[in-house]
């Protein structure tokens, strides 16, 4: 039909269209008003999941003794597990860089939890409830507290498939990790909804203010239940009176009193794909062509990136909003099934690699 699937051609990339293909979900009926992209974000980001989850929250202490919260989903059903094949793959949910827990997010873990995955949400310091213990907030691309929760993952679960998605401007968190780590990432496939490929000329170039002004007074409010201790680190009146994501970025990250740095320089140190040709696992990134808060394709898409290297595939579609992607029945966004069948494809194919290079392997 009018979907994409834009890739470098191999034998992965055809066993990932083949299994999209006959799974069905790009087919199913969507919503009734596809022309509509502002309408369907609303409705994925504001409607609130089914059956509401339960969740136990972990505080994680990273190395500069700042907290991390993982919320391990657990409910209602409970974490029931594959039962075959081995232990169960955990999921790792990354949210917005604003740290917004959005219900399009929870609605993609309770799908998750009850195929068998075990879904968990990575929470940045003080993000979404998690205390601020250090007077330093994680920058837009700087994958470091990410790294150590990976690390403690691979420690409780050593023998289960680790899997991550990310939503929206989390992606850039995500892929700065990917490029990052490399080889060493510990993830076997990873999944990008809505990505923003490209952090600075998005800061830039704005968003609609129908986006921005509520994404910037959540994002005010949440800085200011730490006014005291972010006080010493940075400018609390410019912050709280900033008018746009990129002026709060800046004098969050960039005029602090300690270590003042500019844009430029920030940009170098946090841009996602700034180390894109390091990633050595696949990544599905699932796009919108009226993505109205990403931007026009033809800026905030890097094509090139999918055409020549072997892990990016890009899933580009006519319609679906920023993180919407909207369908009627189960599970409300056909972007979840998309991403949950990839994943179930990448572990149908890594199993028949493995049994071929054991039949190939000498005695």
Not at 99 to 112: N, Y
Not at 157 to 171: D, I
């Amino acid at each position: 039909g009018s979907y994409q699937l834009l890739c470098k051609p191999s034998a992965l990339a055809k066993h990932l269209a083949r299994s999209l293909g006959r799974s069905g979900v790009l087919w199913e009926g969507h919503w009734l008003w596809p022309r509509w992209p502002q309408l369907q974000m609303l409705w994925q980001l504001l409607k609130p999941p089914e059956p509401e989850p339960a969740v136990a929250r972990e505080l994680l202490q990273v190395s500069d003794t700042g907290l991390v919260a993982l919320d391990w989903l657990v409910g209602p059903w409970g974490a029931v597990g594959s039962g075959v094949g081995g232990p169960s793959p955990v999921l790792l949910l990354i949210p917005n860089a604003a740290g917004k827990m959005t219900g399009g997010l929870l609605q993609l873990g309770l799908r998750a939890l009850e195929q068998g995955f075990i879904p968990v949400i990575f929470n940045r310091r003080g993000h979404n409830g998690c205390p601020l213990t250090t007077p330093r907030l994680q920058p837009f691309g700087d994958p470091r507290d990410l790294q150590e929760a990976v690390t403690y993952l691979r420690c409780q679960h050593p023998a289960a498939p680790l899997l991550a998605v990310s939503e929206g401007s989390g992606s850039g968190l995500l892929l700065a990790y990917l490029g990052e780590s490399g080889s060493s990432s510990h993830l076997v496939a990873a999944a990008c909804i809505s990505p923003i490929f490209r952090g600075r000329d998005w800061f830039e170039a704005g968003m609609p203010w129908l986006y921005e002004w509520p994404l910037l007074l959540h994002l005010k409010r949440g800085l200011s239940r730490y006014a005291g201790s972010l006080a010493e680190a940075v400018d609390m009146a410019r912050l709280l009176g900033s008018r746009s994501l990129q002026e709060l970025e800046e004098t969050l990250f960039c005029l602090t009193r300690s270590h003042p740095t500019s844009w430029e320089a920030y940009w170098e140190r946090n841009e996602p794909l700034r180390d894109a040709d390091e990633v050595a696992v696949p990544v599905l990134c699932l796009s919108s062509a009226d993505d109205p808060v990403r931007g026009p394709p033809s800026r905030s898409l890097p094509l090139e990136l999918f055409h020549s290297s072997p892990y990016f595939f890009l899933l580009l579609t006519p319609r679906g909003g920023h993180c919407g992607f909207p369908r009627w029945g189960p599970g409300r966004c056909w972007a979840h099934e998309a991403v949950l069948e990839y994943f179930r494809a990448m572990a149908e194919f890594l199993q028949a690699e493995e049994g071929r290079k054991g039949l190939l392997r000498p005695r």
